[in-house]
Each structure stands twice: as structure tokens, then as C-alpha cells.
């Protein structure tokens, strides 16, 4: 009788690393027959992020792929490597036809009015990008001479300096000791702060103060205009230019 239950439980647990074995087998051999080409029927789902002309060449890229019977992983990085300004792509499998997702970046500001400015600090052209997207955006201005290395200088301008500066003021980085800050309903003022020490609103309300004094107490002179310095330590020094 003992003999008998012994023989019983090996065999059990034979079937059991049998069964566990087939499995492993089978879904082993489904994902490599889904790593060796791209399938036939697919559909996309594009982040709307994204303007109408890149949905355009994202699904004749992937038709392509599709048709050269490229492998996910070259489709992938085919997609990927053309369309730098894609974040992620992830693909779902499915029995009536897989699902590829395109993921976009998140658009922070406008830069020099034709780029844009990325959550991961890239800078894309502003057509990749929807209208609806970007429309409400901060406009930031950046000189040529460093707009290769400003990544970093951006994200402290957007993170330091308050978004309601941005919709009353012109915001431009010259370089790391000048960000200039010009009055958009009145361009004879212009604040200007370095991004080592950016100004918090307290500061932005003091220059507003100092630019009343001078509209009160100074003649207009349409010839020159008032700077507004806050790089100082312990002052605000207002200079005609």
C-alpha cells in the first residue's frame, strides 16, 4: 500500500513538471515567433499630443515595417531612430490584431517661437506637436549662442520663475548671468535676474513698486528705456539705458 501511494506521488509530480515544461515551451515559442516579425494586422493608438502630419508618418512607417516583415525590435527601433521626438512605444497582443501605442513627450514651453521644449529636457520642432498642445504654453526666448546647452537653464527658468510672470512678461536668456524679463504691456521696463539667483514673487512685486516710483516720479522718454537689476544681494538697482 505505501509502496503503491509513493508511486503515485512521483508520478504526479512528474506531470506536474511535464505540464509546467509544455508551458514554458509554448509561451517561449509565442514570444519568439512575435520577436521575429511584425504582425500583419495591427492597429495604433497615437498620443494626441502629436500633430496630424505625424500621425501620417508614424502609420506609413509602420505599414512599412509591416510589409518588409521587419521584427518587432527592429520596428521599434526604425520608429524610434526616424521619429526621435517619440518617447515610448509599447505593443499589446491581441487575437484580432495587436495594438501599438506611441507615446509622446510632455511640452513644457515654446522656445524662440518654432521649437519646443520637452519634459526630458529636448528641444523639437513645434509643428511635431498639436496645435491644442502647445497653444497655452510659456514662450521663452533663447539666444543661438546657447541654445545647444540651455536644457538645464530652461528647466531652472520654468521651475523658478512664476507662471503668471510668463503670460505679463517677455521671458529671454541671454546667457546664465542675463535673463531679461520685458514688460509686455509696457516695453520701456525690463527685469533682469541670472539664473544662479532666481527672484521669487516677493522680488517680482518689489521691482513692480520700483517701476511705479519711476513711472510717477520720472518724465517719459521714449528714447530709452528702465532696466530693473536684481542680481544684487540686498538691492534692486534701476538704471535708464
Keep these: 500500500m505505501i509502496a503503491w501511494q509513493l508511486f503515485l506521488g512521483v508520478v504526479m509530480r512528474w506531470g506536474i513538471i511535464t505540464i509546467t515544461i509544455i508551458a514554458v515551451l509554448v509561451i517561449g515559442l509565442r514570444w519568439h515567433f512575435v520577436a521575429l516579425a511584425m504582425p500583419d494586422k495591427f492597429f495604433m493608438t497615437i498620443d494626441s499630443l502629436f500633430s496630424p502630419s505625424c500621425h501620417s508618418a508614424f502609420e506609413n512607417e509602420l505599414l512599412s515595417c509591416a510589409q518588409k ?31 501599438v501605442h506611441i507615446y509622446s513627450y510632455k511640452p513644457e514651453c515654446i ?35 546657447i541654445l545647444g546647452q540651455a ?15 510668463h503670460a505679463t512678461h517677455t521671458v529671454d536668456i541671454v546667457n546664465k548671468q542675463c535673463v531679461t524679463l520685458m514688460d509686455k504691456n509696457n516695453k520701456e521696463f525690463t527685469i533682469i535676474c541670472s539664473t544662479d539667483q532666481f527672484p521669487d514673487m516677493s522680488l517680482f512685486d518689489q521691482c513692480e513698486k520700483v517701476k511705479k516710483n519711476i513711472v510717477t516720479h520720472t518724465p517719459v522718454n521714449k528714447n530709452s528705456a528702465w532696466t530693473i537689476d536684481t542680481r544684487f544681494a540686498d538691492y534692486i538697482v534701476a538704471y535708464r539705458a
Design 69 to 99: 516583415k521587419k521584427s518587432i525590435h527592429d520596428m521599434v527601433f526604425d520608429l524610434k531612430n526616424t521619429f526621435p521626438h517619440i518617447k515610448n512605444i509599447s505593443i499589446n497582443y491581441r487575437p484580432l490584431g495587436s495594438v
Design 111 to 145: 522656445v524662440n517661437e518654432t521649437s519646443l521644449f520637452v519634459s526630458d529636457g529636448y528641444i523639437f520642432d513645434r509643428s511635431l506637436f498639436s496645435f491644442v498642445a502647445t497653444e497655452q504654453l510659456p514662450s521663452i526666448l533663447v539666444s543661438q549662442d
Design 151 to 165: 536644457s538645464s537653464i530652461i528647466q531652472g527658468v520654468l521651475k523658478s520663475i512664476p507662471w503668471q510672470m
